[in-house]
């Protein structure tokens, strides 16, 4: 399996946090961008498909994003199914919005 260098603050660390926290919101019950009910519907379904499914195939899989970012995905994808995300996906946000400098410690 090919594994993407993902670095601390690279855009495709960004863009899978992105992927990564749409799935998340829509699961939850979130309609950032005021989705119709019906579409909104096919979305949610569409995201627990796509946490739900254990496919190590290369692409932009719950696994491969997962492991890119140092996720654990069985048990992100655990809470996830069972409702129990809480600020999980606006917690990633917040991390990714304040990056570090080069220098700077935490």
Same mark, same amino acid.
């Given at each position: 399996?090919?594994?993407? !260098?993902?670095?601390?603050?690279? &855009?495709?660390?960004?863009?899978? $946090?992105?992927?990564?926290?749409?799935?998340?919101?829509?699961?939850? &019950? %979130?309609?950032?961008? %005021?989705?119709?009910?019906?579409? $909104?519907?096919? !979305?949610? %379904?569409?995201?627990?498909?796509?946490?739900?499914?254990?496919?190590?195939?290369e692409g932009l899989t719950f696994e491969t994003v997962c492991a890119?970012?140092?996720?654990?995905?069985? %048990?992100?994808?655990?809470?996830?199914?069972?409702?129990?995300?809480?600020?999980?996906?606006?917690?990633?946000?917040?991390?990714?919005?304040?990056?570090?400098?080069? &220098? !700077?410690?935490?």
């Amino acid at each position: 399996m090919i594994r993407p !260098q993902v670095g601390e603050h690279s &855009g495709v660390r960004r863009l899978l $946090l992105a992927v990564l926290e749409d799935a998340l919101t829509r699961l939850s &019950g %979130g309609n950032p961008e %005021g989705v119709p009910p019906v579409r $909104l519907a096919e !979305q949610v %379904g569409e995201a627990r498909a796509w946490i739900a499914a254990r496919d190590e195939a290369e692409g932009l899989t719950f696994e491969t994003v997962c492991a890119a970012l140092g996720i654990e995905a069985d %048990g992100l994808r655990r809470a996830a199914l069972e409702g129990r995300l809480g600020n999980a996906a606006r917690g990633a946000r917040r991390v990714e919005a304040r990056p570090r400098l080069s &220098g !700077q410690t935490r």
